[in-house]
């Protein structure tokens, strides 16, 4: 059984940092690209960044390019969101997600095979 669990949440002030992190059981993570997505309040859920299988590759939304960096460690099947220079806009509960196995990149939901159960960031002004 596939498992996603994603650690780290909590609450921060602006401009402050954040680390998330994604352990994956049942699946070698590093066979699949990577993703997190994040879901606002009363918003729907939306792409936040991805890694590559090899993990050489990243991609970003653009209100993030800059301040998170995606990253994996495949000795502990794990995924990593850091998060620098919070925003109050960023507030949303964060999920990890694995994508389908032929996706070589991983950027919309429609993508994803696998989800974690979130984990709520909530960034004080």
């Known amino acids: 059984q596939v498992q996603l669990v994603e650690f780290g949440g909590g609450l921060v002030q602006a401009g402050g940092s954040r680390r998330l992190s994604c352990t994956v059981s049942g699946l070698t993570a590093s066979t699949r690209a990577m993703g997190w997505f994040r879901q606002p309040p009363g918003k729907a859920r939306e792409f936040v960044g991805s890694?590559?299988?090899?993990?050489?590759?990243?991609a970003y939304t653009d209100s993030v390019k800059g301040r998170f960096t995606i990253s994996r460690d495949a000795a502990d099947n794990t995924i990593y969101l850091q998060m620098n220079s919070l925003k109050p806009e960023d507030t949303a509960v964060y999920f990890c997600?694995?994508?389908?196995?032929?996706?070589?990149?991983?950027?919309?939901?429609?993508?994803?095979?696998?989800w974690g159960q979130g984990t709520q960031v909530t960034v004080s002004s």
């Open positions: 890694i590559t299988k090899s993990g050489q590759s990243t």
């Open positions: 997600a694995a994508a389908k196995a032929f996706f070589a990149t991983f950027t919309t939901i429609g993508a994803a095979d696998y």
